[in-house]
């Protein structure tokens, strides 16, 4: 997510026997074998949770259900970095922090460098760790150290519009070479349309993770020792490839993504495809006014022939702050939210966010439904398989969500005739170099 709803969204199916079973709590305790039912006796407690995903309250009343002795007070402080900064200011003043947060996976490094996260190992978050896909359980924790719980992930592939590729004679692009041949080919058969639209100049946290997609490594971090490397070989191809795009006029720039315009580009076919995580499939449907049953989906485009990397767009966790006077039973609240089968489903179906959980990942049911806004095509399979190839060895930074802003400010910037896209990351560079000097880290060039 880059920090709102649109980075938490996903396709899946519910059926209505397991709607109705995810309504009763004593389903539900039953079905969470990773923590169990509360006694009714036991002394009432007092949570607060910031979210700002819409029906959370649904599951929060599964939870009370489940755990009739706690009482849960949802507040919605702002989405993504509005409610970062509102949490901030709470760490920095002493009080006023929530017990539980919807803290993404790139903003769990940095809150852990503010040292406001509760280590959740200790009140047994690694008794539910197994029934997670493994590259998101490692985003939020260090070794037997728990600092947020996953609840949903976006892995990539790119959606895009078969009728266009058809009518131009396009097979979808399996290498990034081939995307390249692909829309030089297009624009010039028609100067109008785009295979993509460049997305750099309106969502950094897009750039940054098909730059992770190719391998890029930007910094290494040791206590606070801290290796810069953003202008690396990887982000300099990175750049040279969408600059010849950018050049040749065969990928558009004009319309920054998430617009209306941009949306209606897509409607109308001017952008034949969008590569964006799994949550992004939910948004067609608000849109497609005239591609209903043209869209698909297909693995990201591949830098390296026979080899298949995905990456992680957006997705989140729920993590407790350490200023919680009831550590054990937020943490109840953050796995029961995470884990709980039944409330995992409606975060699946409801709130069409993508899985994180194993078992959810390999239920038929779910991840073979066939949508006819897309052709027939079951859509979820794509993603499935990408979750399994995402590069779990790259790490956010502490400083993620001024890393993303910095990102997209100097790529606008290149592209409004300030030098190449190689030039913004040199300027990165220097930037973010000064800016993390100034925060009290020793930076030194990768």
């Known amino acids: 997510m ?93 009080t006023g ?53 996953p609840w949903d992930s976006g892995p ?23 995307f390249a041949e692909s829309s030089k080919a297009l624009s010039k058969a028609s100067p109008d349309t785009f295979l993509t639209n460049f997305g ?4 950094g946290g897009w750039v940054i993770a098909l730059l992770a997609q190719a391998g890029w490594k930007p910094f290494e971090l ?12 990887v982000a300099k191809k990175w750049a040279a490839y969408w600059q010849d795009l950018i050049d040749a006029k065969a990928v558009g720039v004009k319309t920054p993504v998430w617009t209306t315009d941009w949306f209606t580009g897509l409607d109308e076919g001017t952008y034949a495809s969008w590569m964006t995580g799994a949550w992004g ?18 693995p990201l485009p591949q830098w390296d022939e026979g080899k298949y990397v995905s990456a992680n767009l957006g997705g989140s966790t729920f993590a407790v702050f350490n200023t919680s006077k ?51 095509q079951a859509v979820n399979e794509v993603f499935v398989e990408a979750a399994k190839h995402v590069d779990s060895s790259f790490q956010y930074a502490p400083f993620q969500d001024y890393l993303a802003g910095q990102v997209q400010q100097e790529l606008s910037a290149s592209i409004g005739g300030k030098g190449s896209l190689g030039d913004a990351f040199d300027r990165l560079q220097a930037g973010v170099s000064a800016y993390c000097s100034d925060q009290g880290y020793t930076v030194s060039n990768g």
């Open 200 to 203: 750099g100049t309106a969502d």
């Open 281 to 298: 499939a939910v948004f067609i449907p608000q849109f497609a006014k005239k591609s209903n049953g043209h869209w698909r989906a297909a």
């Open 97 to 149: 922090l929530p017990d539980v947060g919807q803290v993404e996976f790139t903003n769990i490094p940095g809150f852990r460098q503010l040292q406001a996260l509760l280590d959740m190992g200790q009140y047994g978050a690694n008794d539910v760790k197994d029934k997670f896909i493994d590259w998101t359980w490692a985003s939020a924790s260090d070794g037997n150290a728990v600092y947020g719980i």
């Open 326 to 376: 009831h550590p054990k039973e937020a943490t109840q609240l953050a796995m029961f939210l995470g884990a709980d089968p039944q409330a995992a489903r409606l975060w699946n179906t409801k709130q069409f966010l993508f899985p994180v959980l194993k078992e959810l990942v390999s239920d038929p049911e779910l991840i073979n439904h066939k949508y006819d806004l897309y052709g027939g």
């Open 2 to 94: 880059t920090n709102d709803i649109k980075r938490d969204s996903g396709l899946i199916a519910l059926s209505r026997r397991q709607l109705l079973q995810a309504a009763g709590a004593g389903a539900a305790a039953a079905a969470f074998s990773g923590i169990g039912t509360a006694a009714v006796a036991q002394e009432k407690v007092e949570l607060t949770m910031w979210a700002w995903t819409p029906n959370t309250q649904a599951e929060i009343d599964l939870f009370t259900k489940a755990f009739p002795h706690i009482s849960v007070k949802l507040e919605n402080a702002g989405q993504g970095p509005d409610e970062y900064v509102k949490l901030r200011n709470a760490i920095q003043a002493g």
């Open 156 to 178: 990539m592939g790119i959606l895009y519009r078969a009728d266009v590729l058809e009518q131009h004679k396009i097979e979808v692009p399996k290498t990034w070479a081939a």
């Open 222 to 233: 040791k206590g606070t020792d801290l290796k810069l490397n953003l202008n690396d070989a």
